[in-house]
């Protein structure tokens, strides 16, 4: 710390600038010379939900909330900043400070914009019924706002698309809690020339499908985060896409490979309540047309129904990933498809493991097949997959409780990894059956005691 206090104030400032605006006024407490350092940070986020008192009603919450707001503004002495986010329930009803702190961002030339006027106590899987989601109107001066910003987060906040053109800087826009017609779209994809990432969250349109297509794009990165649409169809042609997420329901998928590939993709369909053997069909089909160059991502729903279909040995693709992310209950249905893309990924370097609670579909539905037994696959009769003993250098597990499915993947991994060097293991936070959640990390250090198939393995258990 003497040696950060050394240092010319501005520089402290520029340090201070990047770290996230809580961390930032921690360092108020450091001496008398940082108390008052953080207020000249550039990175400035007012997040109502900071302000939560369990003693205190909502309103005066809200109202602890908008003084401190007002009086920072009317205090801070920076002339520029580089993120300003307001995230600010009902903006309505506390109009005035909102276009204030608008205003204030703007005339200190702002490059990252985020507004956030969604309600914390939203249902983000079901809000169909809210009343006027999107109340504000995002203002004029911000159209205004030219060759400056660099990117846009709007959340519950309408827009008006054609006034983006004036934006030429901009590559980063993210929406969310609001409706994203076709026409919306497609306007905001014209107008930004020089987007690189578009980010859709909970949005949502009455009509069929959503499009994203331009030979003329620059877009790399897409975000579909449980988007409602009728009768979704998901459909598109970009050129220079390379990183591609979803998360919803199983829509129709109709992509254009370009000519690079993709090189990451991450597919959750845990909003989906159809669970057979045609949608397994369906997964094949869409694996051979979503074709990842570097990383995968699959969740529960996908490890599951990939082995529904009736002939899905043989079925496997052999992608030429090297990065693998399972997200997974760990459940006896997901063991096989676990060793699906185990199969599908001969070159894997990387795999992760995302453990978490998961819809286990097979309990609503007749599966085609009778689970095969966790302990025979992975430890009494294991396939040893040429991945696992030639490629497979970094393990990391997340989420970690020490369930017999979870111990019979961490031995397979550990007794057949031949080249693997990092294995981490992250223990869940959650509290046990026995009180104290460091027994989790107690099964996992005497689920490791075993050999190694790696001379040179290193085993964090944290």
């Not at 369990?54 to 007002?70: C, I, K, W, Y």
């Not at 449980?226 to 199983?250: A, D, I, Q, W």
Request: hydrophobic residues 40%.
């Amino acid at each position: 710390m003497d040696r950060f206090s050394d240092l010319p104030e501005h520089l402290l400032v520029t340090i201070i600038s990047f770290l996230p605006f809580k961390e930032a006024a921690r360092t108020s407490l450091f001496s008398k010379r940082w108390r008052h350092l953080w207020r000249s940070t550039q990175t400035i986020d007012f997040n109502a939900r900071f302000f939560i008192n369990v003693d205190a009603s909502r309103e005066v919450q809200r109202q602890v909330f908008l003084d401190f707001v007002r009086h920072w503004i009317a205090n801070y002495q920076q002339p520029t900043i580089s993120k300003f986010s307001l995230a600010l329930s009902q903006p309505i009803n506390s109009q005035m400070v909102v276009e204030d702190c608008i205003t204030f961002s703007l005339a200190r030339n702002v490059k990252h914009l985020v507004l956030d006027f969604s309600d914390p106590t939203w249902n983000e899987d079901d809000f169909e019924g809210l009343a006027d989601p999107t109340s504000y109107e995002l203002p004029l001066s911000v159209y205004g706002h030219e060759q400056v910003l660099e990117s846009l987060t709007l959340f519950s906040c309408k827009f008006n698309p054609s006034g983006f053109k004036n934006f030429g800087l901009l590559k980063e826009v993210s929406l969310g809690w609001v409706e994203v017609g076709a026409c919306t779209l497609n306007a905001l994809l014209v107008n930004c020339g020089y987007l690189e990432s578009l980010s859709l969250k909970r949005c949502w349109s009455m009509e069929n499908f959503l499009r994203v297509c331009g030979r003329g794009l620059r877009l790399k990165t897409l975000v579909v985060y449980k988007c409602r649409f009728y009768h979704p169809c998901f459909v598109v042609e970009v050129p220079n896409l390379s990183c591609l997420r979803y998360t919803g329901t199983l829509p129709s998928f109709d992509i254009s490979r370009n000519n690079r590939g993709l090189d990451e993709v991450e597919l959750d369909f845990g909003l989906e309540s159809v669970c057979s053997c045609s949608m397994a069909d369906f997964l094949y089909k869409l694996f051979f047309q979503v074709f990842p160059l570097r990383a995968l991502t699959v969740c529960t729903y996908i490890l599951q129904v990939v082995t529904m279909g009736e002939d899905f040995i043989g079925m496997e693709p052999s992608f030429p990933l090297t990065h693998l992310t399972l997200k997974t209950a760990m459940h006896d249905y997901e063991q096989v498809g676990i060793r699906y893309f185990l199969n599908s990924c001969p070159h894997l370097e990387t795999l992760e493991i995302q453990l978490g609670p998961g819809r286990i579909f097979h309990d609503d539905y007749e599966a085609p097949y009778n689970p095969l037994d966790p302990h025979e696959l992975w430890i009494r009769h294991p396939v040893v997959f040429s991945c696992v003993t030639q490629t497979l250098r970094e393990v990391e597990i997340k989420g970690f409780k020490g369930t017999p499915n979870e111990i019979y993947v961490l031995n397979y991994l550990v007794t057949n990894g031949r080249v693997m060097k990092k294995l981490t293991v992250i223990t869940s936070r959650e509290m046990s059956n026995r009180g104290n959640p460091t027994v989790y990390r107690n099964i996992a250090k005497e689920a490791l005691m075993i050999k190694s198939a790696s001379q040179n393995l290193l085993i964090t258990v944290l």
